[in-house]
T-cell receptor, first 112, second 114 residues
């Protein structure tokens, strides 16, 4: 089954404790991206990757890191989480010219 | 700056009734517009895409329209069902049409009740 898999789905952590949210897709998509979704603000792009070893900042990259060492994986790293990073995070993938994003199920992160 | 505005923010309708959701965009040049459905606690899923040359497109009980002159799109839901309860998000890419440069609306939250 074609899918984008994120882990963990739910996480409660404390300020400053490094964490990684994994994302994996099995559709051979070149493009992958991370978004955060907050009430009233909609989906905002954090980072994206057009292909292996190619990453770029989105609209809200501060406090986040990413890497793209393999085509299927695109982990999101929070080196020192802060409470303002409490949010619902989505990973998505696509063929670049298609424009149709395939989203994961989301990861709800709470930073205390 | 590219913008996508959706209205209403939220909507409650009775099962079986019809409803129309609106999307206004200022993205230029225009290549396409896509509607996504997001069930509570799930990731968005594409419902339909409207390209510049298309005025109307149906996907079951969902019908999308596009007026490129006024830069408006609508999503009409016919004979609503409880399973239509979700957020509906309008998304427009920049002129290249690629996935990397998308402008998202904030969505319309639809609740269908008995």
């Amino acid at each position: 089954e074609a899918q984008v898999t994120q882990n963990p789905r739910y996480l409660i952590t404390v300020t400053g404790k490094k964490l990684t949210v994994t994302c994996s897709q099995n559709m051979n998509h070149e493009y992958m991206s991370w978004y955060r979704q907050d009430p009233g603000l909609g989906l905002r792009q954090i980072y994206y990757s057009m292909n292996v070893e190619v990453t770029d900042k989105g609209d809200v990259p501060e406090g986040y890191k990413v890497s793209r060492k393999e085509k299927r994986n695109f982990p999101l790293i929070l080196e020192s989480p802060s409470p303002n990073q409490t949010s619902l995070y989505f990973c998505a993938s696509s063929f670049p010219q298609s424009g149709e994003l395939f989203f994961g199920e989301g990861s709800r992160l709470t930073v205390l | 700056k590219n913008q996508v505005e959706q209205s209403p923010q939220s909507l409650i309708i009775l099962e079986g009734k019809n409803c129309t959701l609106q999307c206004n965009y200022t993205v230029s040049p225009f290549s396409n517009l896509r509607w996504y459905k997001q069930d509570t606690g799930r990731g968005p899923v594409s419902l339909t895409i409207m390209t510049f040359s298309e005025n109307t497109k149906s996907n079951g009980r969902y019908t999308a329209t596009l007026d490129a002159d006024t830069k408006q799109s609508s999503l009409h839901i016919t004979a609503s069902q409880l399973s239509d309860s979700a957020s509906y998000i309008c998304v427009v890419p920049d002129g290249t049409g690629t996935a990397s440069k998308l402008t998202f609306g904030t969505g319309t939250r639809l609740q269908v009740t008995l």
